[in-house]
Structures are given as structure tokens and as C-alpha cells.
């Protein structure tokens, strides 16, 4: 995927599993605040060049507006690239601000708690539109916002800590196991040396 594409060259992620990303009505509403702020720019363009004879007035409009669009584009960019990224490692906000800001919060799996939803108004509802509650150690809580469908999201949050919680789990099980083991064929190893330096011992004593 694009998104995913882009996302690497900011966030050293390796084995990205699952990405969320935001609801479409935060495009929808920033798309319709810009039409509308066209219109009305359109609109009074139209009243003052009735009245005012001045050649640079029609530049100064289409500035205006296209300047406004970029800002547009550059919005839905930087919404389009605020996600949360989920890896073998743990998870990863991905927050874009402005042109060159942006901001990454990694949460290991061993840091996360409980992961929980909720919405906050009416209209949140009506477009399906909730919120992501990530509550870490130490009653620490980061939110991402405005999210669809959260049971799923939720659901792939948790299947992906449990799976990589019992993988961890198996691997240091394995791990002491290993040590035990060593640890064991290091102490006979050394009943063996031991019993040999005694019979050597013995045996120069027998010759005198």
C-alpha cells in the first residue's frame, strides 16, 4: 500500500502488520470547508470586481485560492498519514503536523494494558466515528482519534499482543530451559573433574 510506502521512510518499523488509519468523514468535512470557502472567496470576488476597475484584483483572488487549496491537500496528506501502526514489536502513532513535523510514539507490547473505544458526541455516532484509548503502565493514556469500525481495530490490536505475547512467553520458557540445562551439564561436568583430580590424588599418594 502507498500509505504504508510513504509511512517507512519516517518510522523505523519492521513487519508492519496492521495499519489504522482515520475515518473518512474528517476528509469529507475538510473537502466541503473548502468548497465552501471557495464560494464564499468566489462570491466576493464577483461583488468587488462589479465596483473596482483594478487589473491585479484577479490575481490576488486566485492566490487566495490556491492558496487555499494547497493548504487543502497538505491537511488531507498529513490526515491521511496519521495512523497507528501495528508490528511484531508493538505499536507505533504516527502524527504529521505542518510540512516537516511530524511525531512517532512507540508502545511495546509488554507496556499495554487495556485497549479501549468511545465517542463523544452525537454526530461521532451518526458517522460511525470513534476513538481509540491506548492505556499504558503508569496509567499513562494516548488516544487516536476519529476511527471506523473500532471493535475490528480493536480486535486486531489485541489478537496481534496476545500472539506475539505467547510467542515471547514459548521463547523464555525456551530460553530457561536452555539455562537449566547448562547449568546442569556444568555441575556433573564438574563432578566428573573433581572425581578425576581425586583419583589422580590417590594414586600419587599410593606411590609414596
Given at each position: 500500500?502507498?500509505?504504508?510506502q510513504i509511512i517507512k521512510k519516517y518510522v ?66 498529513n490526515d491521511y498519514l496519521d495512523t497507528l ?124
Amino acid at each position: 500500500m502507498l500509505r504504508e510506502q510513504i509511512i517507512k521512510k519516517y518510522v523505523t518499523v519492521n513487519d508492519v502488520l496492521y495499519v489504522i488509519g482515520h475515518n473518512g468523514s474528517i476528509f469529507f468535512r475538510s473537502l466541503l470547508r473548502t468548497i465552501l470557502f471557495l464560494v464564499v472567496l468566489y462570491g466576493i470576488y464577483f461583488v468587488l470586481n462589479r465596483y473596482i476597475a483594478w487589473n491585479a484584483l484577479p490575481r490576488i483572488f486566485a492566490l487566495l485560492g490556491i492558496g487555499f487549496f494547497v493548504k487543502y491537500l497538505l491537511d488531507f496528506f498529513n490526515d491521511y498519514l496519521d495512523t497507528l501502526i501495528l508490528s511484531k514489536e508493538g505499536m507505533t502513532m504516527f502524527t504529521r503536523d505542518g510540512i516537516l513535523r511530524y511525531k512517532t510514539d512507540f508502545f511495546a507490547r509488554t507496556t499495554i494494558e487495556t485497549v479501549s473505544y468511545i465517542h463523544n458526541s452525537i454526530r461521532d455516532k451518526v458517522f460511525s466515528k470513534w476513538d481509540i484509548m491506548i492505556k499504558l503502565d503508569h496509567e499513562i493514556e494516548y488516544p487516536f482519534e476519529n476511527v471506523s469500525r473500532p471493535q475490528r481495530q480493536m480486535a486486531k490490536i489485541l489478537k496481534y499482543k496476545e500472539q506475539f505475547a505467547g510467542v515471547q512467553a514459548a521463547r523464555t520458557e525456551e530460553i530457561e530451559i536452555n539455562d537449566e540445562k547448562i547449568s546442569i551439564l556444568a555441575e556433573a561436568l564438574g563432578e566428573v573433574v573433581k572425581e578425576y583430580l581425586d583419583k589422580k590424588e590417590s594414586e600419587r599418594e599410593e606411590e609414596y
